[in-house]
């Protein structure tokens, strides 16, 4: 059945990581900024369910959503762009089509038919895209990977039938594709956007729209040839140029005219559009004089991506302070105790961000101790958190062999430990977990309540006592050891409902040194900071004065 809902697919060419993410989130702010209300949604290629389980190295952040689904990264960009909140929905990859396609064959629902890619799986596809049908004027797909990948072919399929099944005018092809500038003859190339979109017409999708990645502004006359040879008006090929600032990219769509393109493809009357609040955020971002700098400890700081929302938040957490936010990535491999003080000479703060596994925990350990020993502001998020735990637990409460179960399962003082067995608030049942559990399976997922304490560092940034916020993780603060930790200074200001889940601690003895179990970064945005990055950005900016 057609829809009155509005679709706008968006495919890349050339090569991976010239932005359709970027590209989609901002397509969707100019949409809103114009009165529309918006979703996206992210078709991934690859074969794994979900990107749960796969390497940062590879694939970056995992975002997760209020509903507790681990999604790929691009979905931050669209939670951070729009007032959309994305859900199970907004993310379907190969493994999960063709899960659903198989589970249906084993259960008859086919009636002995031969299952095939055409039209079992683009159906399963299709019927995807359109979960999100009655919650939008406009759904804005991103299709992963390549026009050519072998492995995108049928989403590719599954969108062309699109314009078949729907009114022509409900749906939009936006082709992103690269115009490379060659120095030596100081010239942009046109041919890589051309067999793009050769590529994309030979298995009949004719895109309406091209944006163009480029360094330089595409004159007209190179505009010109684009629409020439790849059959659009010229009007409808759009300069992505390279911007400093992420946030630019609403901004220099709109004076490309792509939003009233749009528009005008699509049939669509909407008001006049209002971007000042993204000229506000760049201007905030870019101009501000002070600058503060902050030490983030990891061990996937060789890949940016990697802690993509993080690096957002805390950049976000600088517009209300008036100051922009440099960040200095220390390898937590390499940090130990004789170099830590020269690593640090720089930062104003620390923060040590989420991650798994035993490798470069000790360096974290190290970072943590520093953080307490010499007052500087410390962030310890989800796995940050543990590992301020662990440091006061070893060199105040003197518990020398304190660790978590997740890096030595034998520690005689797990102080972070695997809870077997707790009640999900969320769920609504007990729910059981052991080390042989699968791997994501029995994490705490998704968004959960937690009660503040007043009085406490998180009140002061929240100012409010009721809080939600989103978790990845398996381990959890042992209640055993609450009260001597106590009395080390380490504070509990922030607990599940039922008291039982440590949510929030605080060490008392330092201007501001905060862990939370949750990861805050995932719902900050640039029009609405995160209280907590917020919060931490004016203590390091104040540490920054005071040592001056």
């Not at 679709?7 to 090569?15: A, C, E, P, Q, R």
């Not at 907004?90 to 493994?95: E, P, V």
Request: charged share 25%; glycine share 6%.
């Amino acid at each position: 059945m057609k829809s009155k809902t509005k679709y706008i697919f968006v495919t890349g060419g050339v090569l991976s990581s010239l932005g359709k993410g970027l590209a989609s989130a901002s397509i969707g702010a100019l949409l809103e900024s114009r009165g529309l209300k918006v979703t996206i949604q992210k078709l991934d290629p690859y074969i794994n369910v979900d990107p749960g389980t796969m390497n940062p190295f590879q694939h970056g952040e995992v975002f997760v959503t209020d509903d507790g689904t681990e999604t790929d990264l691009d979905l931050g960009h669209y939670e951070r762009f729009t007032n959309a909140v994305m859900s199970k929905n907004n993310n379907f990859t190969t493994g999960k089509i063709y899960e659903s396609v198989i589970k249906k064959e084993r259960r008859g629902d086919y009636l002995g038919a031969t299952v095939q890619v055409i039209p079992h799986i683009t159906d399963e596809i299709k019927a995807s895209v359109k979960l999100l049908s009655e919650k939008a004027d406009v759904v804005i797909v991103e299709i992963g990977g390549t026009v050519g990948d072998i492995e995108s072919l049928p989403f590719l399929e599954a969108i062309r039938q699109f314009k078949a099944d729907e009114d022509e005018e409900n749906v939009l092809y936006i082709h992103l594709t690269l115009v490379p500038y060659i120095p030596a003859s100081d010239e942009v190339k046109t041919k890589p956007t051309q067999h793009s979109v050769k590529e994309l017409r030979s298995i009949g999708i004719q895109p309406d729209i091209l944006i163009c990645r480029t360094v330089k502004p595409l004159l007209k006359d190179i505009k010109s040839k684009i629409a020439l040879f790849c059959n659009v008006r010229i009007d409808d090929v759009i300069t992505a140029k390279d911007v400093n600032c992420i946030y630019e990219v609403p901004i220099n769509f709109h004076s490309e005219g792509l939003d009233s393109k749009i528009f005008e493809h699509l049939n669509i009357k909407a008001d006049k559009p209002n971007i000042s609040v993204w000229k506000n955020v760049v201007c905030k971002l870019t101009q501000a004089e002070q600058i503060v700098k902050i030490a983030i400890v990891g061990k996937y700081i060789t890949l940016k991506e990697s802690y993509k929302s993080l690096n957002e938040a805390l950049c976000h957490g600088g517009i209300l302070n008036n100051c922009r936010v440099a960040l200095i990535y220390i390898d937590s491999e390499e940090l130990n105790k004789e170099n830590c003080q020269e690593k640090f000479k720089d930062a104003d703060a620390i923060l040590v961000p989420g991650g798994f596994g035993t490798r470069g925990i000790e360096g974290k350990i190290t970072a943590a101790r520093y953080a307490r020993e010499n007052s500087l502001p410390y962030f310890g998020i989800c796995l940050g958190m543990h590992i301020a735990v662990i440091e006061i637990a070893r060199n105040k409460a003197g518990l020398i062999q304190a660790n978590s179960e997740e890096f030595n399962p034998n520690t005689s003082d797990p102080v972070i430990y695997l809870m077997t067995e707790w009640y999900d608030a969320k769920k609504q049942k007990i729910e059981k977990r052991d080390k042989n559990s699968k791997k994501g399976g029995t994490m705490r997922l998704g968004a959960y309540p937690c009660h503040v304490k007043k009085d406490s560092l998180a009140y002061n940034a929240y100012q409010t006592q009721k809080i939600s916020e989103r978790h990845r993780h398996r381990f959890e603060f042992n209640n055993k050891y609450k009260e001597k930790l106590h009395n080390q200074g380490l504070i509990i200001s922030g607990t599940s409902p039922d008291k039982h889940l440590v949510e929030i601690v605080e060490y008392i003895d330092n201007p501001w040194f905060l862990g939370c179990q949750f990861h805050p970064e995932f719902r900050s945005k640039p029009t609405k900071p995160h209280p907590l990055f917020t919060d931490f950005i004016k203590a390091s900016h104040t540490n920054k004065k005071n040592r001056q």
